[in-house]
């Protein structure tokens, strides 16, 4: 009877847990605009692949929507590219989403003072 209520016990928590831990994210806020909005990075997020790096953001406005977006950097060449924009209400409805696909990346250089500067220095190994 113990081995069938720890089996049980064990299978609970696995069906419950695992998909929560599979899908959780590691916000870090990196910006915050008193009354107006927050910005964070989702350090989960963020692979590496050659000298390309692909991270999540999320800025959360003054009525509590969501816009999250995926980056990529070209760390060598100093370029970066937006890969996805979500758009969420207050209730996590997604109003609208826009995805690129690799081959149609809008590739930009990078300038000295823009935010994607400050996550080229952030996560680029230089």
């Known amino acids: 009877m113990k081995k069938v ?3 049980t016990y064990v ?3 696995l069906f419950f847990v695992l998909p929560t831990l599979a899908y959780s994210s590691d916000w870090l806020q990196i ?3 008193p ?3 927050k910005n964070y990075i989702d350090l989960d997020s963020v692979r590496y692949k050659q000298h390309f790096v692909t991270f999540w ?3 959360i406005d003054k009525k509590g929507e969501a816009t999250k977006t995926g980056f990529s950097i070209n760390c060598k060449n100093g370029t970066g590219a937006i890969r996805d924009i979500i758009i969420y209400s207050s209730n996590e409805t997604v109003l609208k989403s826009y995805s690129y696909t690799n081959g149609k990346l809008p590739w930009g250089k990078i300038t000295a003072h823009s935010f994607m500067n400050s ?3 952030l996560l680029c190994k230089e």
């Open 57 to 59: 953001t999320k800025n």
């Open 11 to 13: 299978f609970i928590k």
């Open 119 to 121: 996550f080229k220095k």
């Open 35 to 37: 009354g107006v909005e």
């Open 31 to 33: 910006e915050d605009s």
């Open 5 to 7: 209520l720890l089996f």
